[in-house]
């Protein structure tokens, strides 16, 4: 039975990073070893369990099968040691996290390098990209993401927002009308940033609310590209306040309508719904939120 345990332990990693090699790295074992408990459970099954090429690994329907009882294992004994860990604060072991890399500058690095100082038992990547990713099939813990949520079968929790600035260049602006209303600009070149939609709502000094939707002609993966084309005077783009705080004192842009602001951008985490008990999330979420904070990514 012991052996049942361990071999599924193996089975169940060796399938969620879909390679011998990985596998065996991660458990400190060779590839012959993790090869020998996956073939000495087949033979006991008596059934395949992946389909195994020079390229490619994949699961058998019947692996796909026990892959999901022995994940839920594995992870039901993670949640277990985690939960006897001391309340001392020596937590210890590994933790993915994925970033917006809009956030790279963001005062949201200052909450992630306490949490790093209090508990240096953990080993902490930091994934900063645009890309959203999947985090089952790229073992992240935990997702930063910015903006509305599709529904999905992880927990999430608000841990602030962004606030942004609406900004141009002086050239840009140079051969326009000074405009009056957001509707003025309806018919002005955009930097769209590809994972925001193509509409800005925003709100004047009096509360008054407008939404504004747009067309533009150049597409951007990155909000530092759509801040520094920006500044090259290719249109109209509305990074966070934080990006570009340096070039409106610096002069390089400006605030086309100043008594109108942008609608601040939501700011979640999210992370596996079987991952409530582990400690390491817990308190990583605690420090990135911060005490009775719910505007910590913007400029303080």
Not at 16 to 35: C, E, G, I, Q
Request: hydrophobic share 40%; net charge positive.
């Amino acid at each position: 039975m012991i052996n049942d345990l361990k071999a599924l332990a193996i089975f169940a990693e060796t399938a969620r990073l879909a390679s011998f090699r990985k596998a065996a790295k991660k458990l400190s074992l060779s590839p012959s070893v993790v090869s020998y408990h996956i073939s000495q459970l087949e033979r006991k099954l008596k059934t395949p369990l992946m389909y195994r090429s020079t390229r490619k690994l994949s699961l058998t329907s019947q692996g796909q099968v026990l892959y999901q009882h022995a994940a839920g294992m594995v992870a039901k004994a993670n949640e277990g040691m985690n939960s006897l860990l001391s309340c001392d604060g020596a937590l210890s072991g590994d933790l993915t996290v994925t970033i917006p890399s809009a956030l790279t500058r963001s005062p949201i690095n200052r909450r992630i390098a306490e949490f790093s100082k209090s508990y240096p038992g953990v080993s902490l990547r930091l994934i900063y990209t645009d890309i959203r990713q999947d985090l089952i099939a790229q073992s992240i813990d935990i997702a930063i993401r910015a903006g509305d949520l599709e529904d999905s079968s992880l927990k999430s929790k608000r841990i602030g927002k962004i606030k942004r600035k609406l900004v141009c260049s002086p050239e840009f602006l140079d051969d326009k009308d000074i405009p009056l209303h957001p509707r003025d600009l309806k018919n002005w070149s955009w930097i769209w940033f590809e994972l925001m939609p193509k509409f800005r709502k925003l709100i004047s000094a009096h509360g008054e609310k407008f939404l504004l939707n747009y067309e533009s002609n150049i597409s951007v993966d990155s909000v530092e590209a759509m801040t520094e084309l920006c500044c090259l005077g290719l249109g109209l783009a509305s990074p966070p306040d934080f990006l570009v705080k340096d070039y409106l004192e610096r002069g390089i842009l400006v605030e086309p309508l100043p008594n109108w602001k942008l609608e601040k951008v939501a700011v979640s985490a999210l992370w596996h719904k079987n991952s409530q008990a582990d400690k390491k999330v817990r308190a990583f979420l605690d420090f990135v939120q911060g005490e009775g904070s719910e505007v910590v990514l913007e400029e303080m």
